[in-house]
C-alpha cells in the first residue's frame, strides 16, 4: 500500500538544467552589451568553471567572475547579468509537463507529498512557490534542514517521520540514481527513477521503478493499492 511520495525538485518537478542555461546565456548578453570584454563563449566556460568549483546553487557566480577579469566589480555590468538572469529563470521556470495534474490526481487519492531537495532552502522555496506548487506538499526539507546531502538515509527518514509514513508505504521519485535511489533504498522505500529528467546518461538506475512521463507515477500507486 502506498500512502506517501516523496519527490525530488530539480530535474524531477522542474527542467532546472534547462531553466539554468537559459538564464545565464541571458545575463552573459546583457553584461556583453554593458561592457564585458570576453565573448560569449569565453564567458560560458569560465561562468561553467565557477559552477563545477563552487557548485551549481552559488549565487555569486557573476560577481566572481567579474573580480577574477578585472579584480574588482562593475556594477554596471553586474546588475546587466544579474537582471537578464532573474528575466530570463522566470520565463524558463516551468513545471515538466503532467507535473501539477499528476500531484492533484495523488492528493485526491489520499497520498501524502513531501519533497526531499539538496538544493538550499531559500532556493528550493522560491521554485515551489513561482511554480505554485507550494501549497500542494505537507513535507518540503532541504540541507539546511538536516544537515546532510543525499544519499544520505537522514533526510528520507526525516520527510517519512514528518509524514508519519513507513519506509515500505512511501515511494521516492527522482532523477539522480547515485542520491535519490540509493539514498531512498537504504532506509526501504520503493524507488522510482525520473528517467525524463536524467542528465547523466545513466544506463541502469537500479530504481524498482522507471518513468518516462511524471504522470506514469499514478498507475504505479494505482497498481501497488488495488494488491
Known sequence: MIKAIVFDLDNTLV????????????AIRAMID??????????????DHIYRERGIEFQKVFDTLL???TNKLDYKVLAAGIV???????????PYPH????????????????????APSREAWLRLTYLNLHHLFDVVLTYEDTGEYKP???????????LGTDASEALMVGDWAERDMVGAAKVGMKTVFARYG?????????????INDIQDIITIVDNQNEN
Request: charge should be positive; proline fraction near 2%; avoid cysteine.
Open 152 to 162: 544520505s538515509p537522514v533526510p528520507f527518514r526525516k520527510a517519512l517521520e514528518r
Open 34 to 47: 554593458a561592457g564585458l570584454q570576453l565573448t560569449f563563449e569565453e564567458a560560458r566556460q569560465k561562468i
Open 84 to 94: 537578464a538572469y532573474r528575466r530570463a529563470r522566470e520565463a524558463a521556470l516551468v
Open 67 to 69: 573580480y577574477d577579469e
Open 99 to 118: 507535473v501539477f495534474m499528476t500531484l492533484v490526481q495523488l492528493i485526491k487519492r489520499g497520498i501524502k507529498l513531501a519533497v526531499v531537495s539538496d
Open 15 to 26: 527542467d532546472f538544467m534547462a531553466m539554468k542555461k537559459q538564464a545565464v546565456d541571458a
Open 198 to 210: 536524467d542528465i547523466f546518461g545513466t544506463v541502469n538506475s537500479g530504481a524498482d521503478y522507471e
